[in-house]
Structures are given as C-alpha cells and as structure tokens.
C-alpha cells in the first residue's frame, strides 16, 4: 500500500497500485496549480484508492472548458490548499509529490513542452512530447489539421474601479 496526504496530514489516502504513466504536464493550467514550470501526475486505477481521513476537507475548483468536457478540475486541501486527488471515474491522476511513500515509478515524459515557460529548460533526458504527439502516442491519431491551441485566460478585470 502507498500512502499520501496533504501538508497539514488532514487528508490522507492510500493507494493499492500506481500504474503509470508519471508526466512532467507543462500546460499553462498545470503550471498555475503548481506554481512551478510542471506538475508532476503519476496515474492510478480508482478502484485501487481510498480515502483514510479528511474527505470532507477537499475542495475543488473547476477551470472553464478550453476543448470539450470535463473541464480542468483542481482539488485541494480546505486547510493547507495542497492539491490531493478527487478519485472520479476508472482512472485518475494524484500530484507525485503527495505520495509519503515511493511508489515504484519514476518520472517517464514531459508533455505539453511547447508551453514550457522561456525561464525553464528540460535537461533530464526524458521524452518530450507536443500537444500533437501526444495525441498520437495517446490514440495513435494525429491531431486534426486546423487544431488550435486554447490558453487559460485569466477573466478580465476593470481596474478603473479598482479601490472603489
């Protein structure tokens, strides 16, 4: 059994097998919750998961749908607001870095690289994959000839009423 928790310990969850894939996710949502130039993701099966305390703590924030549904959903710790996973559907992905324990796995590819900040660079010799071979290597498909990349976009502010 793998553990994981948040940082103030008020959720916990333990999960029975970690099954992969372990992704560096540069999209511009990922580095937002992050807060750094990747958000490290290592998939599991939910059957395999379960929550040991704290629930009841997790919140969730939902970004407006860029693609097609579901939308960009980030679930955190009500306490401490460190992301922990919301275990919906068959597969999920949980933050690596909540894991207390070493789940066997090591980091496998970088995805989204095109969206990788110009201050950051990949020296670590893993893949690295666009939007468009990712789509690939994921559906064995290429990604329709007038696909256009979406970008979170912050919602716009009126600052001439800013201190009213």
Same mark, same amino acid.
């Given at each position: 059994?793998?553990n994981?928790?948040?940082?103030c ?5 333990? /999960?029975?097998? @970690?099954t992969?894939p ?6 511009? *949502?990922? *580095?937002?919750v $992050?807060?750094?130039?990747? =958000?490290?993701m ?7 998961f *379960?929550?040991? $305390?704290?629930?009841? =703590? @997790? ?6 749908? =860029? ?21 919906e ?15 066997? &796995? ?8 095109? =969206?990788?900040?110009?201050?950051? $660079? ?6 690295q994959?666009? /939007?468009s071979?990712? /789509?690939?290597l *994921? ?11 979406k970008?979170?976009? &912050?919602?716009?502010?009126? $600052? ?5």
């Open positions: 059994m793998i994981g928790s948040c940082l310990g008020g959720v916990r969850f333990e /999960v029975q097998t @970690i992969g372990a992704e560096y996710c540069h999209c511009t *949502r990922c *580095r937002k $992050s807060g750094s130039s990747a =958000l490290l290592i998939g599991i099966k939910t059957e395999g *379960r929550f040991v $305390s704290g629930s009841e =703590l @997790i919140q969730s924030f939902e970004a407006p749908i =860029l693609y097609d549904p579901p939308a960009y959903k980030h679930c955190f710790c009500s306490i401490c607001g460190s992301s922990v996973p919301a275990p559907g068959d597969w999920i992905e949980i933050p690596m870095g909540s894991l207390d324990d070493d789940p066997g &796995l090591i980091p496998d590819k970088h995805i989204f690289v095109e =969206l990788l900040p110009e201050w950051d $660079s990949i020296s670590d010799g893993l893949p994959y666009t /939007v071979e990712l /789509v690939k *994921r559906t064995g498909h290429d990604l329709c000839k007038d696909f256009q990349m970008f979170h976009v &912050l919602p716009s502010t009126d $600052s001439s009423n800013a201190g009213d």
